[in-house]
């Protein structure tokens, strides 16, 4: 087990800057095994040593996974000089473990992302080779038919030549708007909006509802978010 400065424990932790850390333990407010530690530069295992704030014992975490509905107009970014973030729908208390999106959803798609620290899962993820699935409901602006069902199904070609790999189209609702779900096993830019381009169509509104075995919790409202159970934990590290 590697051993991390105390500050930067507590300061991951929440319990603020490296600077008001330093204050809390000057103060005679941390102790660690049992002992009343002064210095904030001092190594700890935190997985192994009690740490204790206050009189309350440190339950430490490295790493955070959260699920979020993310609404339109908020960019799968860390930091934008524009636009709001989905970094800045969080919490503070979220916001120090310095999360990142697991891939991206575009400005105005709607739905499941993830955000995590564990660059490890990051990777599994959205590596080309893992060819994990991700599933959209979406809105089309034209006649969605067998046809196309047959076409995703092959793989069709985008506007700069590339070919899908074989993707799964189904119909929800075929009345004035057609309505679907399309299960894709590869992340191109824009590359919903571009299939359907291709076959003559529009997506006039997108919204990812899973992700691997991860469902989006449907209890949560445009912008909300919470930390990943367990039981979704597991089905994202053991697909």
């Given at each position: ?61 490295e790493f955070i996974y959260i699920m979020m509905n993310k ?155 919470r930390e990943l159970t367990e039981e979704e934990l597991d ?5």
């Amino acid at each position: 087990m590697k051993t991390q400065r105390i500050d930067k424990i507590l300061g991951n932790m929440g319990y603020g800057t490296r600077k008001k850390v330093k204050y809390i333990i000057k103060d005679g407010r941390v102790k660690v095994n049992g002992e009343l530690i002064k210095s904030s530069s001092i190594h700890v295992k935190p997985n192994e040593d009690t740490i204790e704030v206050d009189g309350e014992v440190l339950e430490y975490k490295e790493f955070i996974y959260i699920m979020m509905n993310k609404p339109q107009d908020v960019v799968s970014a860390t930091f934008d000089h524009r636009d709001e973030t989905v970094i800045d729908l969080l919490e503070p208390i979220h916001q120090v473990f310095e999360p990142f999106p697991v891939g991206r959803l575009d400005k105005d798609t709607e739905g499941l992302l993830i955000l995590t620290n564990d660059g490890k899962l990051s990777h599994e993820l959205l590596s080309p080779k893992k060819h994990v699935p991700k599933t959209y409901f979406a809105c089309i602006d034209g006649m969605v038919g067998q046809k196309d069902i047959d076409s995703f199904e092959k793989g069709v070609i985008l506007d700069d030549g590339y070919k899908t790999l074989p993707a799964k189209l189904k119909i929800l609702k075929s009345d004035d708007t057609y309505e679907i779900e399309l299960t894709i096993v590869e992340g191109k830019f824009h590359q919903v909006k571009r299939m359907f381009e291709s076959v003559g169509k529009k997506v006039t509104y997108l919204k990812r509802i899973s992700m691997g075995e991860l469902s989006l919790d449907e209890d949560l409202e445009l912008g909300e978010y919470r930390e990943l159970t367990e039981e979704e934990l597991d089905k994202l590290k053991n697909r």
